[in-house]
């Protein structure tokens, strides 16, 4: 998957810009709150449909205008695809070649993007949501009817409480959580089996990061491989939790608390880790995410990679740099000094100087 042409119009605090990307390496260089993030969101935003930040989409839209567009034309297997996002105020608008998608496999996945970003070196250290928000979005690109899976467990979740709140009988509430069993334990299958696929990429990716001398796991806190014990499982829990559920009018069980648990020789992460662990578990996991995407789906995902070098020391830094001459495929990384970089020995690199929202070859 190469990312031929971009187009931005009024994105963020880049009022028009049109480059021509590098089929290798594409350094995004200056200095910081320039654009070079923006950049990278939008090229993210066209494989995703949405922002990995957080926010409104008003918070997308420049000054000049109140509507944003992306659009870029990407290249695979002979076949040039052009994908435009419109964003305004209230919704987001996708058109890929010219027709608006019907359903969600006709957009996720079909451009794939792999991202590391600063803010994820935290993930093992945060709050529940976070990792789980980090296997979601991997599952997403090798499966996208999973994004409708969760949509309808969110839809389900959100009648439930509602119904919870309101004090309802019991009789009323009861379709409302067999249906929540039903989809909650689909939705937990499918981590699960995903979790079992990429694990053995993570350790050995892992091992390679800090020369063996360490182990690494990642622990879903349902161990059931099957549906029936799954749903038998949620069932369980829902029933267990409902004095709770009562007193304080939600659902207390289910995959929307799922915490899924980060392990370094056998220590939780979270608690015990280093910094340094922190960050070469994540780089871990994204080189496995990256590894399996590319046998699961035969694309080679655009990598983009936002202050990376800020937050990797030497020995990860040549870690990751060895991995990336080993595979082919386009990578965009942002940057406030090019040192690093040039002395990689990347070939096919182009560098944009981003400076006050505007982009230019360098």
């Not at 000049?64 to 419109?86: H, M, W």
């Not at 379709?175 to 989809?183: G, S």
């Not at 990256?290 to 983009?304: A, Q």
Request: hydrophobic residues 40%; aromatic residues 10%; contains cysteine.
């Amino acid at each position: 998957m190469i990312l031929k042409r971009l187009i931005l119009h009024n994105f963020r605090n880049i009022p028009t810009a049109e480059i021509y990307p590098e089929e290798g390496f594409n350094i995004l260089f200056g200095d910081n709150a320039q654009g070079k993030t923006n950049t990278l969101e939008a090229i993210y935003l066209l494989g995703h449909y949405k922002s990995f930040r957080r926010g409104k989409n008003i918070e997308l839209i420049g000054s000049a205008d109140k509507l944003t567009r992306i659009q870029g034309d990407f290249y695979s297997d002979c076949l040039t695809e052009n994908v435009c996002l419109a964003v305004s105020s209230d919704q987001k608008t996708l058109h890929i070649n010219g027709k608006r998608p019907q359903h969600s496999n006709e957009m996720f996945g079909r451009f794939p993007s792999v991202l590391f970003a600063p803010e994820e070196v935290s993930i093992a250290k945060g709050y529940p949501a976070g990792r789980r928000s980090l296997i979601d979005r991997a599952l997403c690109q090798t499966q996208p009817s999973f994004l409708d899976l969760a949509r309808a467990y969110q839809r389900c979740l959100r009648q439930r409480n509602a119904l919870l709140k309101e004090g309802v009988a019991p009789a009323i509430l009861f379709p409302w959580t067999e249906e929540l069993i039903a989809v909650g334990a689909k939705l937990r299958l499918a981590r699960i089996q995903y979790l079992a696929r990429i694990l053995p990429l993570l350790r050995e990716t892992y091992k390679q990061i800090c020369a063996d001398r360490e182990y690494v796991d990642l622990l879903y806190p349902s161990t059931f491989h099957n549906l029936a014990d799954l749903k038998e499982d949620l069932r369980n829990d829902l029933e267990r939790e409902q004095g709770r559920e009562k007193k304080y009018g939600m659902t207390m069980a289910g995959p929307h608390r799922d915490d899924p648990v980060f392990m370094v020789d056998n220590r939780v992460l979270g608690l015990y880790g280093s910094q340094g662990q922190q960050r070469s578990f994540i780089l871990a996991f994204k080189t496995a995410q990256i590894l399996d995407l590319e046998k699961e789906t035969g694309s080679v995902p655009l990598l983009l990679l936002d202050d990376m070098t800020s937050e990797l020391d030497r020995k990860r830094l040549d870690f990751f740099f060895r991995f990336l001459h080993e595979r082919k495929g386009q990578v965009f990384i942002t940057c406030t000094e090019l040192s690093s970089l040039q002395n990689a020995g990347f070939d096919n690199i182009r560098t944009f100087r981003v400076q006050e929202g505007l982009l230019c070859d360098y």
